[in-house]
């Protein structure tokens, strides 16, 4: 993807400032209403009224929220369903990566074809991880619809280009055909699976960042699923194109939320990224506690984490100029990033008395994309994650930087 950079002063020696700075006033994003500081804590998004959590820190509702799963778990059991669950549990975490996501899509399959591939507990993504979270939450049964995703489609399918006018707004691409693509494989069936799965205990999960705050934010979609609200399908969708909101290539999402006066505000969430790559649960969550009050005692628990990237550096003659400079930071953030997120879970796995296991691109995979969501990169990417699944490619301990990063 390339951009075009403007010079100001160039634009007003032809005149073409003025009328610029004219279009701006046309499509500037509309006004919001946005909250003060303090409104912030008591904002909610309606039913249900634990729709949603801060994903950096423990508060009283999100360990009422725990329990309550843990209760469901064990009533879940005792009637025959997901018995094993009360030895047991399997978490999934998918990380973000753009058309990168075609690795984790294909490694599932694989998994799915290896056949040892559990029933997660728990599933949460960030940005493309978030779109591939709904089908790897339900299953093998669901993994077409991730191979359609991750192999069917190309950039004029997820975003379009807003020209000069990208300059002037929120965002270089408008991302309704992202929101047209999501809208058809999220549809009222898929919610209806996801939320007879919430009633077993299991959990949804999918990260955005509020950009207000500067915090992220997990949402429980399991929960909206299996809520009474009208509008479940259109918030869920909502939440997703939120969490893959890449800022300034994508526009961010206007969530409504109520605070405690009774008005409705708008909040701006961008793509969970933002704030972490990968993640399962705030810190200090303590799973230990609630298993040992409800169950009596502690089970095995196992974190898979599926990064869609590459963790080691790789060596890239830079062009020395503005826009590929700042992509070539960016990426090399990101990296860092990645394997910081890897480090602090595999710090949260092991307090809590819990197994990390954890894969991503291999160093041998060399191909390179001509846009940013390039079908030939992403089917090869797919057939490469596939073979990964199928031969069950797992690590364990975390590098401590890129340059240390095994696989």
């Known amino acids: ?10 634009l007003l020696r032809v005149g073409l400032l003025a009328p610029l700075l004219a279009l701006s006033a046309c499509i500037a994003p509309s006004a919001r209403i946005a909250m003060t500081e303090g409104q912030q804590e008591t904002a909610r998004v309606g039913t249900p009224k634990l729709a949603r959590f801060w994903g950096d820190e423990v508060t009283p509702e999100l360990r009422s929220v725990v329990a309550f799963q843990f209760h469901q778990i064990k009533a879940a059991a005792a009637e025959g369903i997901r018995p094993g669950s009360v030895k047991k549990a399997d978490y999934l975490a998918i990380s973000g990566g753009g058309g990168s996501g075609a690795f984790g899509a294909g490694y599932l399959k694989g998994w799915s074809e290896r056949g040892d591939r559990p029933q997660f ?8 991880g978030a779109l591939a979270a709904p089908f790897a939450f339900l299953g093998q049964k669901y993994d077409q619809q991730l191979e359609d995703i991750y192999t069917k489609y190309s950039d004029k399918d997820i975003m379009r280009s807003r020209g000069i006018a990208g300059f002037l707004g929120d965002s270089f691409y408008d991302n309704s055909p992202l929101r047209t693509l999501i809208a058809k494989y999220v549809t009222d069936d898929t919610l209806a699976a996801i939320a007879k799965e919430y009633q077993t205990g299991r959990r949804l999960l999918v990260q955005t960042t509020n950009i207000d705050a500067q915090r992220p934010v997990i949402w429980d979609v399991s929960a909206i699923s299996a809520s009474q609200r009208p509008d479940r399908r259109e918030l869920v969708i909502d939440i997703l194109l939120a969490s893959a909101a890449i800022p300034a290539m994508f526009p961010p999402v206007r969530l409504p939320v ?43 628990r196992s974190l898979y984490v599926i990064r869609n990237g590459q963790l080691h550096t790789a060596y890239e003659p830079a062009k020395a100029t503005v826009i590929p400079l700042a992509q ?63 031969a069950g490619e797992w690590l364990q301990e975390t590098p401590p930087t890129p340059v240390l990063a095994v696989n």
């Open 121 to 128: 507990e728990v599933v949460t993504g960030v940005s493309t």
């Open 328 to 390: 070539r930071a960016i990426d090399t953030m990101i990296k860092y990033q990645g394997v910081a997120d890897l480090n602090r879970l595999e710090t949260l796995t092991k307090l809590g008395h819990a197994r990390l296991f954890y894969t991503s691109i291999p160093k041998d995979f060399v191909d390179k994309k001509e846009t940013q969501f390039d079908p030939e990169y992403m089917r090869s990417l797919f057939k490469t994650g596939y073979s990964a699944g199928v």
């Open 258 to 300: 109520q605070a405690g006066d009774g008005k409705i505000y708008q909040e701006l969430h961008v793509d969970g990224g933002v704030a972490a790559q990968v993640f399962f649960a705030p810190p200090e969550i303590g799973l230990d506690a609630f298993e040992r009050k409800e169950f009596s005692h502690t089970r095995a």
């Open 1 to 10: 993807m390339s951009l075009v950079l403007f010079d100001g002063n160039a």
